[in-house]
C-alpha cells in the first residue's frame, strides 16, 4: 500500500495514547500455530486435499473430510507509527484476537528509519493484545547492516523474538528504474546479514503490491515477473510467499465499485491462492506456504458510501474472502489497516469490518470440506479443539436466502449457538437453533451466520 494519500506520521503523545510500558520485557512464547521452518530444506512435493466437486444442492457439510489446519495467523492486520489506538478503543482491539499484527505497514518502513523507541511501542502494543509482531526492514535507500542491526536490537539484546520478517513494501513501485534483478540480489543479501544475526527469524516475500491469477494484461503479467523472478533467485531462502492485494479501483480515476463487482469480487480468491501454489511449485520444487500481507476491497481511502471500506456490505465482502483464503489454506492474512482511514477502528467506535473479526473468534483450528451451490452464499466448516463443529454462512446478496443445510457424518439433531452480523445485528448472539436433517436456514440480506455444534 503507497502511503501517499494517508496523513503523515504524528508521533506526538503516541505513547501515552496506547497506554503502553516504557520497557519491555522478552517475548512470551508464541502462540500454537501450524510450524513454518527457517530456510527449509527442499522436498518432496506434498499431496494437497483434493477439492470435492459440488454435488449437493444447497449448502453442505461433510464432518469427516478434513481439509487440513487452519494458521491463526489469517486473523491479522497492519499498523504503522502514523497511526494510534486511543484508550477507549483498546478493549476493542484486544475483543478482535488478533494473530499478526504487520509493521509499519504501507510505505512508510522504505521512507523512513525506525528508531527504538518505535519499536518498543510497537512491540509494546503486540504484546497488549495477545498478537505476534511482523516487521518489514527497510529496503529503498536502505542497508543490509541496518537491516541486521535491528534484528539484532530486538531479538539478540532486547530478547523480544520477532519471528516474522520480510524486506522492502512493494519493491515493484519503488520506480527510478528498480528491476526484479536489483531487488531479488538485494533481497538476499539483506536476508543473509539478517539470518546471520537470529538463524530461526521466518523471511517473508516478495511483498508485491497486486497480484492475479491467470494474467493477461500486460501490468498482470509484469507482476508476475515478479514473483517469478523472485522464486527463481531466492526460493530457497524464502519462509513464506507474500503479495498484496485490492482488486478495487480499477484505475487513478475510477470510484467504488458497484454493489454487484464488489459482491462477486471474492470469488477470485478461489483461484488467487492455488495460482501462487503453482507458481512457487514450478519455480521451486517445493511447497511454501502462502501469506496476504495487505488486503482489502480498495487501495484508494473511500468512506460515505454503499461500498466504501466503511461499508457494511464491505465487511461482508472481506468476512467472505477471508474464509476463502482459510479455505486455500493461506497461512497468513493481514487487513489494511488497524485503524486510520482504511481501519477497522475510529478513534471513537469501530467499523462494520471490525465484526468479521468477532465472528471468526469462534471459527475452528481445523478445515472441513463445505460447500454451497449459491455463488452469492458460502459456507465455510472448521472442527475446533473442544470437537464442536463450527459453520461460517455469508449471504452477500442484496435478498434474503432459504438454503437447505446437509451435514454428513454429524448425529443430528443437535443444538446450535447462533451469532448474526448483519445491519441490524453487530455479531450478536441470537437464540439457539435447533438443527435437524432437512432443515433450511433463513439467511438476512448481507449477513454473516455462525453456527457452533457442540460435540457429540
Known amino acids: 500500500m503507497s502511503l501517499t494519500l494517508l496523513r503523515l506520521p504524528i508521533l506526538a503523545g503516541l505513547c501515552a495514547a496506547l497506554s503502553l510500558a516504557a520497557c519491555v520485557g522478552p517475548a512470551p512464547a508464541p502462540a500454537t500455530q501450524p510450524a513454518v521452518d527457517a530456510s527449509p530444506t527442499p522436498a518432496a512435493l ?11 444442492a444447497g449448502l453442505y457439510v461433510d464432518a469427516s473430510l478434513e481439509q487440513g489446519l487452519i494458521s491463526p495467523m489469517v486473523y491479522g492486520t497492519n499498523y504503522g507509527p502514523w497511526l494510534f489506538v486511543p484508550l477507549q478503543m483498546q478493549p476493542a482491539v484486544a475483543e478482535a484476537n488478533l494473530g499478526v499484527i504487520r509493521y509499519p505497514g504501507g510505505n512508510w518502513g522504505d521512507r523512513n528509519d525506525m528508531d527504538e523507541w518505535n519499536l518498543d511501542q510497537y ?45 522492502g513494501n512493494e519493491p515493484n513501485l519503488f520506480g527510478d528504474g528498480y528491476e526484479p534483478e536489483q531487488f531479488v540480489r538485494e533481497w538476499r543479501q539483506w536476508a543473509e546479514a ?8 521466518i523471511l517473508i516475500g516478495p511483498e508485491v503490491n497486486q497480484f492475479y491469477a491467470n494474467p493477461t494484461q500486460p501490468h498482470q503479467l509484469e507482476l508476475e515477473r515478479w514473483m517469478v523472478e523472485f522464486l527463481k533467485a531466492n526460493g530457497d531462502m524464502v519462509d513464506v510467499v507474500s503479495f498484496h ?36 511449485r514450478q519455480h521451486t520444487g517445493r ?3 502462502v501469506a496476504v500481507t495487505e488486503a482489502n476491497s480498495s487501495w484508494a481511502a473511500s468512506s460515505g458510501g454503499d461500498t466504501t ?18 479455505r486455500g ?17 475510529t478513534n471513537y467506535d469501530v467499523r462494520p469490518i471490525y465484526h468479521v473479526y468477532q465472528m471468526y473468534k469462534a471459527f475452528g483450528q481445523e478445515r472441513l470440506y463445505a460447500s454451497s451451490d449459491d455463488p452469492l452464499v458460502s459456507i465455510f466448516a472448521s472442527r475446533r479443539a473442544d470437537g464442536a463443529l463450527v459453520l461460517m454462512v455469508i449471504n452477500l446478496a442484496a435478498e434474503a436466502r432459504e438454503m437447505a443445510l446437509q451435514i454428513d457424518s454429524l448425529d443430528l439433531p443437535a443444538t446450535a449457538e447462533v451469532t448474526l452480523f448483519d445491519k441490524d445485528h453487530p455479531a450478536e448472539a441470537l437464540t439457539p437453533l435447533q438443527v435437524s436433517e432437512g432443515i433450511r436456514l433463513q439467511l438476512t440480506p448481507e449477513s454473516m451466520l455462525l453456527l457452533v455444534l457442540p460435540a457429540p
Open 287 to 289: 511447497d511454501i506456504p
Open 309 to 326: 471500506l466503511d461499508s457494511h456490505l464491505n465487511a461482508i465482502w472481506w468476512g467472505d474472502a477471508l474464509g476463502r483464503m482459510i
Open 46 to 56: 506434498p499431496t494437497f486435499t483434493p477439492a470435492v466437486p459440488v454435488t449437493h
Open 245 to 280: 492485494r485490492y482488486p478495487f479501483p480499477s484505475s487513478q480515476l475510477a470510484g467504488p465499485p458497484s454493489a454487484d463487482e464488489l459482491r462477486t469480487a471474492s470469488a477470485e480468491w478461489d483461484q488467487l491462492i492455488p495460482y501462487v501454489r503453482d507458481l512457487i
Open 329 to 345: 489454506g493461506a497461512y497468513m492474512v493481514n487487513q489494511f489497516a488497524l485503524a486510520g482511514d482504511f481501519g477497522m477502528l
Open 123 to 167: 512491540i509494546a502494543l503486540t504484546r497488549q493484545f495477545g498478537a505476534e509482531p511482523y516487521i518489514h526492514v527497510r529496503l529503498l535507500n536502505g542497508t543490509a547492516e541496518k537491516a541486521a542491526e535491528i534484528v539484532r536490537l530486538l531479538n539478540v539484546e532486547k530478547g523480544y523474538n520477532v519471528r516474522y520478517w520480510s524486506i
Open 194 to 201: 539478517m539470518r546471520a544475526v537470529d538463524a530461526d527469524i
